[in-house]
Every structure is written in structure tokens, then in C-alpha cells.
Nanobody, 115 residues
Framework: QVQLVESGGGLVQAGGSLRLSCAAS????????MGWFRQAPGKQRELVAIITSGGSRNYTDSVKGRFTISGDSAKNTVNLQMNSLKPEDTAVYYC?????????WGQGTQVTVSS
């Protein structure tokens, strides 16, 4: 079993920055990837950024150049640095851990960007 706890969401003005953190506990060895997803009201959940166990990173096009995903294996955390935030980034952000036979999700953290 894996537990994921997100933190770092909040309210920020357009152009500002936030840093999200996801603390993982439990049986976290041999994961495929960890990532951040988001879901805005009335929209489907979408992938924002992902980092694989090998260290590869991928981003959805709308956040490239603005968001950076990083992992700290010593602390079992995955972070998402979000710069130059836009109102369209407003959503609930979820941490995800993908394993060969299962997925785990955090409870979500709200990010609101005001114009």
C-alpha cells in the first residue's frame, strides 16, 4: 500500500509561482513513474507532468517552460515547481504513483490563479 499526501496549493495572482510537494510513504519501491495531474471544474483530469523511475521527465504542452517536476528519493517526495502561472492553471492538482499493477492517488490540493 502506498500513501500520497500533497501540499503547497493555494491562491496566487497571474504570473506568480507555487511549489507543490507530494510525500510518498509505504511500499514505494519499483514504481514506474510519479506525476502530477489536474482537474478543472467541468473538465476531465489531465496529466500535467511525469517523472519516470529512470529520471525522464515529460510535460503537457501547456506547461512546458513554466513547470518543473523533480524527485527527491531521500525524502520520498515529488515536487512540482509552477512559475508564470495563468488563470487557466486553476484546478485541483493530484499526485499519482504508477506501479506495474496499480495506481495510487493523493487527495488533491487546490490551486487557484487570479487574473
Amino acid at each position: 500500500q502506498v500513501q500520497l499526501v500533497e501540499s503547497g496549493g493555494g491562491l496566487v495572482q497571474a504570473g506568480g509561482s507555487l511549489r507543490l510537494s507530494c510525500a510518498a510513504s509505504g511500499s514505494i519501491f519499483r514504481f514506474n513513474a510519479m506525476g502530477w495531474f489536474r482537474q478543472a471544474p467541468g473538465k476531465q483530469r489531465e496529466l500535467v507532468a511525469i517523472i519516470t523511475s529512470g529520471g525522464s521527465r515529460n510535460y503537457t504542452d501547456s506547461v512546458k517552460g513554466r513547470f518543473t517536476i523533480s524527485g527527491d528519493s531521500a525524502k520520498n517526495t515529488v515536487n512540482l515547481q509552477m512559475n508564470s502561472l495563468k488563470p487557466e492553471d486553476t484546478a485541483v492538482y493530484y499526485c499519482n504513483a504508477n506501479f506495474p499493477s496499480s495506481d495510487y492517488w493523493g487527495q488533491g490540493t487546490q490551486v487557484t490563479v487570479s487574473s
